[in-house]
C-alpha cells in the first residue's frame, strides 16, 4: 500500500503547531551611538514642527496685511468719491444766484418762458382754510 492510499482511509489529525520556548525580552542597553541618533531624530521632528507653525503663522500675517491694504483702498475710494459729491454739490450751491423774489430771472426771460418773469407763480399757493373743525368724543 501506498502512503497516499493510508491517508485516504484514516483521517489523521491535523499537525500541530510548533511551540516556541519562551524567552525573557532581554535588556538591550543604549550605548552612546544611539542616544544620539534619537535625539537626532527627536530634534528633526521637533524643527519641522516648528518650521511648519512658523511658515503658518508668515502666511496669515501675510494674508492680514494685504486684507488690511485691500480695506485701507476701499476706504480711500469711499472716502473720495464722497469728497467728490460734496465739492460738486458746493459748486452747485455757489452757482446758484440768489435774486430777490420781485426781480426777474435774466436767464429765464432770456429764454422765452412763460411765466418765468413772474415772480408769484412760482410761489406755493396756500389753501384756504374750509371752516370745519373736527372734535374727538372723549370719555367713550
Do not use: C
Not at 15 to 33: T, Y
Not at 36 to 48: D, M, Q, R, W
Not at 99 to 126: F, H, I, L, V, W
Amino acid at each position: 500500500m501506498d502512503v497516499d492510499q493510508q491517508d485516504s482511509r484514516s483521517p489523521s489529525p491535523p499537525p500541530r503547531a510548533v511551540l516556541k520556548a519562551k524567552q525573557g525580552k532581554g535588556k538591550k542597553f543604549a550605548n552612546e551611538s544611539t542616544m544620539l541618533e534619537l535625539i537626532n531624530t527627536v530634534n528633526a521632528v521637533e524643527e519641522s514642527r516648528i518650521d511648519r507653525k512658523l511658515n503658518r503663522m508668515a502666511e496669515v500675517a501675510k494674508r492680514d496685511s494685504n486684507q488690511q491694504e485691500r480695506t485701507r483702498a476701499r476706504q480711500k475710494e469711499r472716502r473720495k468719491a464722497l469728497q467728490d459729491k460734496k465739492r460738486e454739490l458746493l459748486e452747485r450751491q455757489k452757482r446758484r444766484v440768489r435774486r430777490p423774489p420781485g426781480a426777474a430771472a435774466p436767464a429765464a426771460a432770456a429764454d422765452g418762458m412763460e411765466g418765468a418773469a413772474d415772480p408769484q407763480s412760482k410761489a406755493p399757493k396756500k389753501r384756504k382754510k374750509d371752516g370745519k373743525k373736527v372734535s374727538f368724543a372723549s370719555g367713550v
